[in-house]
């Protein structure tokens, strides 16, 4: 509904998630220069339509009607203005500026030309890895080390002075849970001392370059200065090796090339302006990617318990179960010659049910082993005339 109303006014927005949406606006509107966009600029650039704050607060207010409590109590639209983030220390509404990489990676920020500050930063894709650097930021309210990242995205977008952070060089780790006995087993190999039920390890993330399984897991440790030279244990074969030097045919993934493909994540829900799926080089105004139903592809919904937590081990191996249709459809012949026969002969003879044969004779999918029994009966048992 907010999109629509949005789009009717002639507007659109950087991002939508499933409770909130930030919509392109000004104060008085105007245009924007966008690639794709459906207006032109004077130079003929193309260009999207920023909504005023007073028709954006007027779409606000029309989702009045849908609040379900109250009144008297809790008054006013389902939706409202973050106006800790719209407004300044001094109270006045000001403008804010947004860096989209899809849906749900974006960052909100303001800036004077020279400088940028960040007012909100997206943890999405983010959140899984153990911190570089400890502390959170109370403005965005985010882990000190992403609102560090996200400032190099901007201000790099932004031709702004940017210094990369002194940890986007540090290995990648993710906080894994000891919650088997044969991952507490291996680890106690390295310290026995640390290694107790439900206490944490470190798994750096690899990119395997051999052809045998590697899975490392390590003490648990805050100082990420001791990541590359502490000892990890292969879970598959009990070899210990270090990151640096390396003693294992794999490439170690670290934070500036999380980073560097962060920010070249295609939206793939999304077509670009050229209605072309998707790039990591696609920018501009997005289009709605038509979806058409060509068939059903059964896949089991059954996860791992621990993957409730994010720093359960089974995380480390996830898992998609497809489910093959096992269904057979009789043939054109085999349909003719099971109407030939009278339900009791083929019920009698195969031990089906008539529902099952039914289907069969209209050609609908049985299971295989019910069309093997109605094939090797026609096969054996002739026509009674």
């Keep these: 509904m907010l999109e629509r109303m949005v789009t009717d006014a002639g507007g659109s927005y950087l991002m939508c998630d499933t409770d909130s949406m930030a919509i392109v606006a000004s104060e008085r509107g105007g245009l924007v220069p966008c690639n794709g966009g459906p207006h032109r600029m004077p130079d003929g650039t193309d260009a999207v339509k920023a909504l005023s704050w007073e028709q954006t607060r007027g779409i606000v207010d029309k989702f009045k009607t849908l609040n379900p409590y109250d009144p008297g109590i809790v008054r006013g639209s ?28 974006y960052a909100l920020y303001t800036h004077d030309g020279l400088q940028m500050r960040l007012i909100k930063a997206s943890e999405h894709g983010l959140g899984l890895y153990y911190r570089p650097k400890e502390g959170r930021d109370s403005d965005c309210e985010v882990a000190l080390w992403i609102k560090e990242g996200w400032e190099w995205i901007v201000n790099r977008a932004l031709g702004f002075p940017c210094r990369e952070p002194d940890w986007f060089r540090l290995p990648v780790m993710r906080r894994i849970a000891i919650s088997t006995p044969n ?9 026995r001392d640390k290694s107790r039920p439900y206490n944490f390890a470190l798994s750096p993330v690899l ?58 994540h295609p939206e793939y829900k999304s077509l670009a302006p050229d209605d072309a799926p998707c790039q990591a080089d696609s920018h501009g105004l997005l289009k709605r990617y038509p979806v058409t139903a060509c068939g059903f592809h059964l896949i089991g919904k059954e996860t791992e318990r621990g993957w409730e937590q994010a720093e359960d081990i089974s995380t480390l191996f996830p898992s998609l179960v497809r489910y093959q249709d096992t269904r057979s459809i009789p043939g054109q012949i085999l349909q003719q010659r ?17 529902h099952t044969i039914l289907r069969a004779r209209r050609g609908q999918p049985v299971h295989p082993r019910s069309l093997r029994l109605l094939k090797n009966l026609v096969l054996r048992v002739p026509v009674r005339k």
């Design 78 to 105: 389902i939706l409202n203005v973050v106006e800790e983030l719209n407004r300044d220390s001094d109270g006045n509404q000001r403008q804010i500026y947004g860096y989209g990489i899809s849906a749900k990676r």
């Design 338 to 354: 099971l109407k030939q026969r009278s339900l009791d002969t083929l019920q009698g003879e195969t031990g089906l049910s008539r």
């Design 183 to 191: 991952i507490m087993k291996a680890l106690r190999k390295l310290d």
């Design 207 to 264: 990119l395997n370059l051999s052809n045998e399984p590697i899975t490392l897991l390590g003490p648990f440790e805050k100082n990420a200065a001791r990541w590359e030279r502490m000892p990890y244990i292969n879970i598959h074969d009990g070899a210990t090796h270090t990151l640096n030097p390396p003693s294992a045919l794999v490439s170690v993934q670290t934070f500036d090339l999380v980073f560097s493909q962060y920010l070249r």
